[in-house]
């Protein structure tokens, strides 16, 4: 009976290992998985180095729209310089045709009997 208890503990004991093929499988996942490992440093580095990248980037980037702006702001006088002329021919034009108006004779020509009466006023 005690020998029909260990060939069972046994039979038991090789289901639960895995097999060879199995074994070296497992073993070659292990040594793949920790060579693709980074240490602590590495990863640090290569973090340190993205935030640089990113923050030079950015930096770039603010630079060039500074310029852009530079270039709006040297642009907004000479807008207003348009809009001030525009509106100062605007008014001229205004005035004009409102005096013109004011320079209508005030008696009908049928009133005049020649052209020099005309003339004369």
Do not use: W
Not at 13 to 41: G, H, K, M, W, Y
Not at 63 to 70: A, N, P, T
Not at 77 to 97: C, G, K, M, W, Y
């Amino acid at each position: 009976m005690v020998i029909c208890r260990l060939t069972l503990k046994t039979n038991e004991l090789r289901a639960a290992l895995p097999r060879p093929e199995e074994a070296n499988a497992l073993v070659q996942d292990i040594v793949d998985f920790t060579d693709s490992c980074e240490d602590q440093q590495s990863y640090e580095r290569r973090r340190r180095e993205k935030k640089k990248a990113e923050k030079e980037a950015l930096k770039t980037q603010v630079q060039q729209y500074e310029v852009q702006l530079e270039l709006l702001r040297l642009r907004q006088p000479i807008r207003q310089n348009l809009l001030t002329q525009n509106s100062d021919l605007a008014e001229r034009a205004q005035s004009v045709l409102s005096n013109r108006h004011s320079c209508a004779p005030s008696a009908p020509l049928a009133t005049f009997p020649t052209l020099g009466a005309i003339a004369s006023r």
